[in-house]
């Protein structure tokens, strides 16, 4: 009877599983076949089925496979959670691989708009923000892209009740025209920062929402205007808005919540 009952698919996909649970950068099709002791072509079919029903990825054609938070979710023990930055980080390595950018990712706390992990470009001419920095909700991509999401309550409580600071010329420091900017963002998903923080360097922001829907973060990708040509600057906003819907999926599928305090 016991025999009867036992299903050798199972097993075998359940060995792709923990072989990937051991390969935290992921591994390729020839590595997971090898470690597993099954033919290739039987662990595409199980790969190429987990694939479809979200519990795995794969970062590119014929390149590594990785499980998603979808997996985490199923066993997800007491004490421990899922965080924005383990969850987002390969995503923005991915991000900052194919545009060879650097990528911020930033959460809304009380105090604003905070940076809580970067992703820097190889190139010397680069941006430096750090870990812990301010990302002012008027003149920042990452800011406004969340900024455009927030009730009018939440929003006020992250401008300064003054005027608003000037950074450059064309820091946007009009209230009104703050509102117009914010509604043109909700309309197109994306925002930018067109040297309103640093002159000569453009930016591309994009909101994260929790398992609730609600914005509670954002991902944004910085170059020096002398290399973000028309064509590449398109690139950027569409492969932003891509990571940003990627990793909101991926927090949805963890049931992940943004802190109540933060909201």
Not at 13 to 26: C, D, K, Y
Not at 154 to 176: D, E, G, N, W, Y
């Amino acid at each position: 009877m016991a025999a009867r009952n036992h299903i050798e698919l199972v097993v075998k996909s359940m060995r792709v599983l923990e072989t990937l649970a051991e390969s935290s950068e992921g591994a390729t099709l020839r590595d997971i076949a090898a470690r597993v002791g099954l033919v290739k072509s039987s662990v595409f079919r199980i790969l190429f089925t987990l694939k479809s029903i979200g519990y795995v990825e794969q970062n590119a054609e014929g390149g590594l496979y990785r499980l998603t938070f979808k997996s985490a979710g199923l066993v997800r023990r007491g004490g421990e959670r899922a965080t924005l930055v383990n969850i987002a980080r390969h995503h923005l390595v991915d991000l900052r691989n194919l545009l060879q950018e650097s990528v911020w990712l930033g959460e809304k706390r009380r105090e604003g708009i905070v940076l809580v992990d970067v992703v820097e470009a190889g190139h010397p001419l680069k941006l430096a923000y750090d870990v812990g920095d301010l990302c002012p909700v008027h003149a920042t991509a990452m800011g406004k892209a969340i900024g455009a999401h927030l009730s009018p309550q939440q929003l006020q409580a992250l401008l300064p009740s003054k005027k608003l600071p000037k950074f450059t010329v064309h820091t946007i420091t009009s209230r009104r025209r703050l509102d117009t900017e914010l509604a043109y963002i909700r309309r197109k998903g994306y925002a930018i920062n067109d040297q309103e923080t640093v002159e000569g360097v453009i930016l591309v922001g994009a909101p994260l929402f929790d398992s609730l829907g609600r914005v509670f973060a954002g991902i944004s990708v910085g170059s020096p205007i002398v290399r973000c040509s028309s064509k590449k600057r398109q690139q950027v906003i569409k492969h932003a808005l891509a990571t940003a819907n990627t990793i909101t999926k991926e927090l949805r599928d963890a049931g992940f919540r943004a802190r109540e305090h933060d909201i």
